[in-house]
């Protein structure tokens, strides 16, 4: 039979006492997410340039958006390369990130995939607007191509197979 150790009665009222005598710590407060987090994630995710330049000013400044505990992370164009032939497509793929993990985080995925593609694919036709014709016609063809693949085969990661 295993013999427990005993502490002393006054160890143990001093432990207590102690402990009451200790100035109260704060308990760390849990803030609520702003209640405009959905309409926040909606207007950052659309296909017009005025969104794509929202979601760009508040990813350069996240910390002014920490309250809002949006998902960030990215893996830019995943297997995919982010500068294909040249294009710049990595910030494009990064807000497309966003707008994945943001919506499944908040149970809108569904409803919201097929914007989010064709605002991926807006992002990449603007960058490829910068190019004269014959390169901007290569650099479409790339677009439309990404898009394609997003559109047919883009899922949430935690669906990802």
Known sequence: MRRRPTVPLACALAACLLTL???????PTVRAVPADKPLVLDRWTRTGAASHDAWAAARADR???AAYAFDW???????SPDNP???????A???HDFGYRNHK????????KSRLDDAFHADLRRVCARYAPVKKASCDATARTYYEAVHAFGVPLDRAG
Do not use: I, K, L
């Open 105 to 112: 985080a908040a149970d809108s995925f569904e409803a919201a």
């Open 21 to 27: 005598a200790s100035p109260a710590r704060a308990t």
């Open 93 to 95: 793929c990064a807000r």
């Open 73 to 79: 992370s990215t893996d830019h164009c995943t297997t």
């Open 63 to 65: 910390a002014s958006w």
């Open 85 to 91: 032939f040249g294009f710049p497509f990595r910030t």
